[in-house]
Protein backbone atom coordinates (compact mmCIF):
# COMPACT_ATOMS: atom_id res chain seq x y z
CA UNK A 1 0.00 0.00 0.00
CA UNK A 2 1.15 3.60 -0.46
CA UNK A 3 0.30 6.82 1.60
CA UNK A 4 0.34 10.62 0.33
CA UNK A 5 -0.95 13.38 2.06
CA UNK A 6 -2.80 16.05 1.35
CA UNK A 7 -3.77 19.77 3.32
CA UNK A 8 -7.62 20.61 3.09
CA UNK A 9 -8.95 24.54 2.89
CA UNK A 10 -8.55 24.80 6.90
CA UNK A 11 -4.88 23.89 6.77
CA UNK A 12 -5.75 20.52 8.41
CA UNK A 13 -3.80 17.29 6.53
CA UNK A 14 -5.46 14.11 5.63
CA UNK A 15 -4.17 11.31 4.55
CA UNK A 16 -5.61 9.14 1.90
CA UNK A 17 -4.30 5.41 1.02
CA UNK A 18 -4.06 4.42 -1.99
CA UNK A 19 -3.44 0.93 -3.64
CA UNK A 20 0.43 0.09 -5.10
CA UNK A 21 0.69 -0.86 -8.69
CA UNK A 22 1.91 -4.19 -8.26
CA UNK A 23 5.15 -4.82 -9.68
CA UNK A 24 5.54 -7.46 -12.91
CA UNK A 25 6.66 -10.41 -12.81
CA UNK A 26 9.80 -11.91 -14.29
CA UNK A 27 9.03 -13.38 -17.18
CA UNK A 28 11.28 -16.59 -17.80
CA UNK A 29 13.76 -17.06 -20.87
CA UNK A 30 12.80 -18.10 -24.10
CA UNK A 31 14.14 -20.87 -26.30
CA UNK A 32 15.32 -18.02 -28.61
CA UNK A 33 17.09 -16.37 -26.23
CA UNK A 34 18.64 -19.73 -24.58
CA UNK A 35 19.80 -20.89 -28.02
CA UNK A 36 23.15 -18.53 -28.61
CA UNK A 37 24.23 -19.91 -25.25
CA UNK A 38 23.65 -23.19 -25.94
CA UNK A 39 25.35 -23.11 -29.26
CA UNK A 40 28.44 -21.36 -27.30
CA UNK A 41 28.19 -24.28 -25.02
CA UNK A 42 28.68 -26.85 -27.99
CA UNK A 43 31.32 -24.63 -30.04
CA UNK A 44 33.19 -24.58 -26.68
CA UNK A 45 33.27 -28.55 -26.37
CA UNK A 46 34.14 -29.14 -30.11
CA UNK A 47 36.76 -26.10 -29.72
CA UNK A 48 38.41 -28.04 -26.88
CA UNK A 49 37.79 -31.78 -28.23
CA UNK A 50 39.58 -30.69 -31.83
CA UNK A 51 42.44 -28.77 -30.26
CA UNK A 52 42.91 -31.58 -27.90
CA UNK A 53 43.46 -34.07 -30.87
CA UNK A 54 45.18 -31.84 -32.89
CA UNK A 55 48.10 -31.69 -30.81
CA UNK A 56 48.29 -34.94 -29.50
CA UNK A 57 48.23 -36.41 -33.13
CA UNK A 58 50.53 -33.72 -34.26
CA UNK A 59 52.81 -34.75 -31.26
CA UNK A 60 53.09 -37.57 -32.21
CA UNK A 61 55.28 -37.10 -34.73
CA UNK A 62 58.08 -36.38 -32.23
CA UNK A 63 57.59 -39.91 -30.58
CA UNK A 64 61.13 -42.61 -30.84
CA UNK A 65 61.24 -44.25 -33.80
CA UNK A 66 60.42 -47.41 -31.67
CA UNK A 67 57.04 -46.44 -30.25
CA UNK A 68 56.34 -45.27 -34.14
CA UNK A 69 55.93 -49.15 -34.79
CA UNK A 70 52.96 -49.51 -32.51
CA UNK A 71 49.75 -50.21 -34.53
CA UNK A 72 48.12 -47.52 -36.32
CA UNK A 73 50.78 -45.14 -34.98
CA UNK A 74 52.03 -44.92 -38.51
CA UNK A 75 48.94 -44.33 -40.28
CA UNK A 76 47.68 -41.22 -37.61
CA UNK A 77 51.68 -39.68 -38.56
CA UNK A 78 51.20 -40.09 -41.80
CA UNK A 79 48.69 -37.36 -41.98
CA UNK A 80 50.57 -35.01 -39.79
CA UNK A 81 50.41 -32.20 -41.95
CA UNK A 82 46.40 -32.14 -42.40
CA UNK A 83 46.02 -32.26 -38.07
CA UNK A 84 47.37 -27.85 -38.82
CA UNK A 85 44.36 -27.86 -40.58
CA UNK A 86 42.37 -29.16 -37.90
CA UNK A 87 43.71 -27.15 -34.97
CA UNK A 88 43.30 -23.83 -37.38
CA UNK A 89 39.53 -25.12 -36.93
CA UNK A 90 39.59 -25.71 -33.15
CA UNK A 91 41.04 -22.04 -32.96
CA UNK A 92 38.28 -20.56 -35.02
CA UNK A 93 35.88 -21.92 -32.73
CA UNK A 94 37.48 -20.98 -29.64
CA UNK A 95 37.52 -17.42 -30.48
CA UNK A 96 33.60 -17.92 -31.55
CA UNK A 97 32.86 -19.46 -28.03
CA UNK A 98 35.52 -17.08 -26.41
CA UNK A 99 37.73 -20.55 -24.81
CA UNK A 100 40.48 -19.29 -23.89
CA UNK A 101 42.46 -22.58 -23.17
CA UNK A 102 40.83 -24.36 -26.24
CA UNK A 103 42.77 -21.60 -28.20
CA UNK A 104 45.83 -21.73 -26.55
CA UNK A 105 45.90 -25.27 -27.29
CA UNK A 106 44.91 -24.91 -30.94
CA UNK A 107 47.61 -22.17 -31.20
CA UNK A 108 50.30 -24.40 -29.91
CA UNK A 109 49.19 -27.17 -32.51
CA UNK A 110 49.38 -24.98 -35.13
CA UNK A 111 52.51 -23.41 -34.17
CA UNK A 112 54.21 -26.78 -33.83
CA UNK A 113 52.99 -28.50 -36.93
CA UNK A 114 53.70 -25.14 -38.94
CA UNK A 115 57.46 -25.20 -37.34
CA UNK A 116 58.00 -28.68 -38.33
CA UNK A 117 56.47 -28.32 -42.34
CA UNK A 118 57.86 -24.93 -43.19
CA UNK A 119 61.14 -26.24 -44.76
CA UNK A 120 59.10 -28.27 -47.46
CA UNK A 121 58.18 -24.47 -48.43
CA UNK A 122 61.86 -22.93 -48.01
CA UNK A 123 65.05 -24.17 -50.46
CA UNK A 124 68.12 -22.91 -49.01
CA UNK A 125 70.25 -24.31 -52.10
CA UNK A 126 67.88 -24.23 -55.09
CA UNK A 127 68.93 -25.92 -58.55
CA UNK A 128 71.35 -23.48 -60.56
CA UNK A 129 70.41 -22.02 -63.68
CA UNK A 130 72.31 -24.73 -65.83
CA UNK A 131 69.61 -27.95 -64.25
CA UNK A 132 66.51 -25.86 -65.56
CA UNK A 133 68.42 -25.55 -68.98
CA UNK A 134 69.61 -28.49 -69.27
CA UNK A 135 66.12 -30.71 -68.77
CA UNK A 136 64.57 -28.31 -71.39
CA UNK A 137 65.80 -29.44 -74.20
CA UNK A 138 63.30 -31.55 -76.40
CA UNK A 139 65.78 -34.35 -75.89
CA UNK A 140 67.51 -35.89 -72.80
CA UNK A 141 71.09 -34.63 -72.51
CA UNK A 142 72.51 -37.47 -71.09
CA UNK A 143 75.85 -36.33 -71.16
CA UNK A 144 76.12 -33.61 -68.24
CA UNK A 145 75.14 -33.69 -64.54
CA UNK A 146 71.50 -32.89 -64.56
CA UNK A 147 68.98 -35.55 -65.24
CA UNK A 148 65.40 -35.68 -64.70
CA UNK A 149 64.17 -38.73 -62.83
CA UNK A 150 60.85 -40.87 -62.12
CA UNK A 151 59.77 -43.08 -59.35
CA UNK A 152 56.01 -44.85 -59.73
CA UNK A 153 53.99 -47.95 -57.95
CA UNK A 154 52.47 -49.37 -60.76
CA UNK A 155 49.95 -51.20 -58.67
CA UNK A 156 50.67 -54.70 -59.30
CA UNK A 157 51.34 -53.94 -62.65
CA UNK A 158 47.87 -52.40 -63.35
CA UNK A 159 48.90 -48.60 -64.34
CA UNK A 160 48.67 -47.49 -68.12
CA UNK A 161 51.93 -48.52 -69.67
CA UNK A 162 51.81 -46.54 -72.54
CA UNK A 163 50.96 -43.38 -70.26
CA UNK A 164 54.18 -43.76 -68.78
CA UNK A 165 56.28 -44.51 -71.54
CA UNK A 166 54.35 -40.91 -72.70
CA UNK A 167 55.42 -39.16 -69.77
CA UNK A 168 59.06 -40.43 -69.83
CA UNK A 169 58.95 -38.41 -73.54
CA UNK A 170 57.31 -35.57 -72.84
CA UNK A 171 59.01 -35.01 -69.25
CA UNK A 172 62.57 -36.58 -70.77
CA UNK A 173 63.07 -38.72 -68.04
CA UNK A 174 66.51 -39.88 -67.86
CA UNK A 175 66.12 -42.91 -65.18
CA UNK A 176 62.69 -43.94 -64.50
CA UNK A 177 62.13 -46.23 -61.09
CA UNK A 178 58.90 -48.60 -61.04
CA UNK A 179 57.50 -50.91 -58.05
CA UNK A 180 55.10 -53.37 -57.83
CA UNK A 181 56.21 -54.35 -61.52
CA UNK A 182 54.85 -57.76 -63.21
CA UNK A 183 56.15 -59.95 -66.34
CA UNK A 184 52.78 -58.55 -68.18
CA UNK A 185 53.22 -55.14 -67.59
CA UNK A 186 56.65 -55.06 -68.09
CA UNK A 187 55.94 -56.53 -71.70
CA UNK A 188 53.40 -53.75 -72.35
CA UNK A 189 55.90 -51.25 -71.41
CA UNK A 190 58.32 -52.52 -74.21
CA UNK A 191 55.22 -52.85 -76.34
CA UNK A 192 54.89 -49.26 -75.88
CA UNK A 193 58.02 -47.87 -76.36
CA UNK A 194 59.61 -47.53 -73.24
CA UNK A 195 62.87 -48.86 -75.36
CA UNK A 196 63.09 -46.15 -77.62
CA UNK A 197 63.73 -43.81 -74.43
CA UNK A 198 65.57 -46.20 -71.77
CA UNK A 199 67.36 -49.31 -73.70
CA UNK A 200 68.96 -50.07 -70.49
CA UNK A 201 66.84 -51.58 -67.32
CA UNK A 202 67.64 -54.05 -64.30
CA UNK A 203 64.54 -55.89 -62.75
CA UNK A 204 63.99 -58.14 -60.48
CA UNK A 205 61.63 -59.52 -58.13
CA UNK A 206 61.69 -61.48 -54.99
CA UNK A 207 58.81 -63.67 -54.89
CA UNK A 208 58.44 -64.52 -58.80
CA UNK A 209 55.54 -62.44 -58.65
CA UNK A 210 55.88 -58.84 -57.80
CA UNK A 211 59.17 -56.82 -58.80
CA UNK A 212 60.90 -53.64 -58.89
CA UNK A 213 62.70 -52.05 -61.86
CA UNK A 214 64.96 -49.34 -63.24
CA UNK A 215 64.81 -48.01 -66.95
CA UNK A 216 67.72 -45.61 -67.68
CA UNK A 217 68.92 -43.81 -70.76
CA UNK A 218 72.40 -44.93 -70.54
CA UNK A 219 74.04 -48.28 -69.34
CA UNK A 220 73.12 -49.59 -65.96
CA UNK A 221 76.72 -50.60 -64.66
CA UNK A 222 77.38 -53.02 -62.25
CA UNK A 223 73.62 -54.00 -61.82
CA UNK A 224 72.53 -56.08 -58.82
CA UNK A 225 69.15 -57.46 -57.86
CA UNK A 226 69.00 -56.45 -54.19
CA UNK A 227 71.22 -53.82 -53.27
CA UNK A 228 69.46 -53.27 -49.55
CA UNK A 229 69.54 -56.64 -48.53
CA UNK A 230 65.92 -55.93 -47.79
CA UNK A 231 63.91 -58.13 -45.93
CA UNK A 232 60.73 -55.92 -47.75
CA UNK A 233 61.48 -56.68 -51.05
CA UNK A 234 64.49 -57.14 -53.71
CA UNK A 235 65.41 -53.64 -53.83
CA UNK A 236 67.58 -53.93 -57.67
CA UNK A 237 70.41 -50.95 -58.34
CA UNK A 238 72.72 -49.92 -60.83
CA UNK A 239 75.80 -47.16 -61.64
CA UNK A 240 74.21 -44.38 -64.35
CA UNK A 241 77.49 -42.03 -65.34
CA UNK A 242 75.89 -38.45 -64.93
CA UNK A 243 78.40 -36.06 -66.60
CA UNK A 244 81.48 -38.13 -65.08
CA UNK A 245 79.55 -38.80 -61.76
CA UNK A 246 79.13 -42.58 -60.85
CA UNK A 247 75.89 -42.29 -59.35
CA UNK A 248 74.20 -45.59 -57.67
CA UNK A 249 70.30 -45.75 -58.49
CA UNK A 250 67.84 -47.71 -56.34
CA UNK A 251 64.36 -48.87 -56.78
CA UNK A 252 63.11 -48.56 -53.12
CA UNK A 253 59.61 -50.92 -52.27
CA UNK A 254 59.28 -50.93 -48.47
CA UNK A 255 56.73 -52.68 -46.58
CA UNK A 256 53.09 -51.00 -46.16
CA UNK A 257 52.52 -50.11 -42.34
CA UNK A 258 49.60 -51.98 -42.58
CA UNK A 259 47.96 -54.51 -39.24
CA UNK A 260 49.85 -57.13 -38.71
CA UNK A 261 53.30 -55.65 -39.98
CA UNK A 262 53.96 -52.68 -37.77
CA UNK A 263 57.67 -54.04 -37.04
CA UNK A 264 58.02 -55.04 -40.41
CA UNK A 265 57.92 -52.02 -41.89
CA UNK A 266 59.92 -50.05 -39.32
CA UNK A 267 62.63 -53.20 -40.08
CA UNK A 268 62.17 -52.53 -43.86
CA UNK A 269 63.62 -48.77 -43.18
CA UNK A 270 66.40 -49.67 -40.80
CA UNK A 271 67.77 -51.70 -43.31
CA UNK A 272 67.84 -48.74 -45.79
CA UNK A 273 69.45 -46.71 -42.82
CA UNK A 274 72.78 -48.92 -42.99
CA UNK A 275 73.36 -48.20 -46.51
CA UNK A 276 74.45 -44.58 -44.60
CA UNK A 277 77.88 -46.78 -44.20
CA UNK A 278 78.75 -47.25 -47.93
CA UNK A 279 80.56 -44.11 -47.86
CA UNK A 280 82.37 -44.97 -50.92
CA UNK A 281 78.75 -44.52 -53.14
CA UNK A 282 77.03 -42.12 -54.23
CA UNK A 283 73.29 -42.91 -53.96
CA UNK A 284 69.92 -41.67 -55.22
CA UNK A 285 67.28 -43.59 -53.81
CA UNK A 286 63.86 -43.50 -55.73
CA UNK A 287 60.43 -45.60 -54.84
CA UNK A 288 57.68 -46.59 -52.40
CA UNK A 289 59.02 -45.88 -48.73
CA UNK A 290 55.65 -46.18 -47.40
CA UNK A 291 56.68 -43.28 -45.07
CA UNK A 292 56.51 -39.96 -44.93
CA UNK A 293 59.38 -37.47 -43.82
CA UNK A 294 57.22 -36.99 -40.98
CA UNK A 295 58.01 -41.01 -39.50
CA UNK A 296 60.97 -41.05 -37.75
CA UNK A 297 62.76 -44.47 -39.18
CA UNK A 298 62.39 -42.86 -42.44
CA UNK A 299 64.23 -39.42 -40.63
CA UNK A 300 67.17 -41.67 -39.06
CA UNK A 301 67.15 -43.46 -42.78
CA UNK A 302 68.17 -39.94 -44.07
CA UNK A 303 70.34 -38.96 -40.76
CA UNK A 304 72.32 -36.66 -41.67
CA UNK A 305 73.80 -38.24 -45.32
CA UNK A 306 70.61 -38.19 -47.13
CA UNK A 307 68.04 -35.84 -48.01
CA UNK A 308 64.44 -35.69 -48.80
CA UNK A 309 64.24 -34.20 -52.48
CA UNK A 310 60.89 -32.12 -52.32
CA UNK A 311 62.21 -31.12 -49.11
CA UNK A 312 65.27 -29.39 -49.77
CA UNK A 313 63.69 -28.39 -52.98
CA UNK A 314 60.74 -25.86 -51.09
CA UNK A 315 58.41 -27.61 -53.87
CA UNK A 316 55.91 -27.81 -50.62
CA UNK A 317 54.23 -31.23 -50.10
CA UNK A 318 54.27 -33.86 -52.56
CA UNK A 319 51.27 -36.07 -51.51
CA UNK A 320 51.25 -38.83 -54.00
CA UNK A 321 49.25 -41.38 -52.12
CA UNK A 322 46.46 -42.64 -52.32
CA UNK A 323 44.42 -41.64 -55.53
CA UNK A 324 41.82 -44.01 -56.25
CA UNK A 325 39.44 -43.63 -53.11
CA UNK A 326 36.59 -41.60 -54.15
CA UNK A 327 36.00 -39.35 -52.26
CA UNK A 328 39.32 -38.82 -50.34
CA UNK A 329 42.02 -36.62 -51.32
CA UNK A 330 46.06 -37.56 -51.79
CA UNK A 331 47.16 -36.92 -48.15
CA UNK A 332 50.87 -38.68 -47.62
CA UNK A 333 54.04 -38.16 -48.83
CA UNK A 334 55.29 -41.99 -49.63
CA UNK A 335 56.77 -41.66 -52.76
CA UNK A 336 60.16 -40.08 -52.49
CA UNK A 337 63.37 -39.39 -54.53
CA UNK A 338 66.35 -39.29 -52.12
CA UNK A 339 69.62 -38.03 -52.58
CA UNK A 340 73.28 -37.94 -51.09
CA UNK A 341 74.96 -35.22 -49.92
CA UNK A 342 76.06 -32.54 -51.70
CA UNK A 343 73.50 -33.11 -54.15
CA UNK A 344 70.52 -30.71 -55.07
CA UNK A 345 67.01 -30.77 -55.76
CA UNK A 346 63.99 -29.11 -57.82
CA UNK A 347 61.29 -29.04 -60.13
CA UNK A 348 59.58 -31.64 -58.27
CA UNK A 349 56.12 -32.72 -60.04
CA UNK A 350 53.47 -35.11 -58.88
CA UNK A 351 51.45 -36.60 -61.94
CA UNK A 352 48.45 -39.10 -61.96
CA UNK A 353 48.80 -42.26 -64.18
CA UNK A 354 45.38 -44.08 -64.47
CA UNK A 355 45.35 -47.64 -63.00
CA UNK A 356 47.69 -46.70 -60.12
CA UNK A 357 46.65 -46.02 -56.33
CA UNK A 358 49.79 -43.86 -56.14
CA UNK A 359 51.01 -41.24 -58.37
CA UNK A 360 54.60 -40.66 -59.94
CA UNK A 361 56.88 -38.21 -58.86
CA UNK A 362 59.21 -36.71 -61.11
CA UNK A 363 62.54 -34.62 -59.61
CA UNK A 364 65.13 -32.66 -61.53
CA UNK A 365 68.60 -33.72 -59.87
CA UNK A 366 71.85 -31.78 -59.69
CA UNK A 367 74.35 -34.42 -58.82
CA UNK A 368 77.99 -32.41 -59.29
CA UNK A 369 79.69 -31.69 -55.61
Known amino acids: MARSTSTGKNGTSTKRTTAAKPRPSAKPYTKEQLKPHNKHRILGFFAGLFAILALLATAARALPADLQELPYVPTVISATPWFMLLGLIALLMAVMSRKILAALIAIAAVGLNGYWQ????YSTTPLPQAAHNAVAYSEANTSDAFARVMT???YKGQADAQAIVDMVRDQRVEVLAL??????FVKKLKDAGIEHYLPYSNISSSDGVYGNGLWSATPLGQPV?????????FMPAGTVDMGGNSIRFVSVHTTAPVPGYWRQWKRALDELGLMQTHTDTRYIFMGDFNATYDHAPFREFLGTRFHDAARISGHGFTFSWPTNRQGLPMFAGIDHVVVDQGMTAGQCKVVKIAGSDHAALLVTVDVMR
Open 118 to 121: YPFF
Open 152 to 154: FNV
Open 179 to 184: QETTDG
Open 225 to 233: DDEVNSSAS
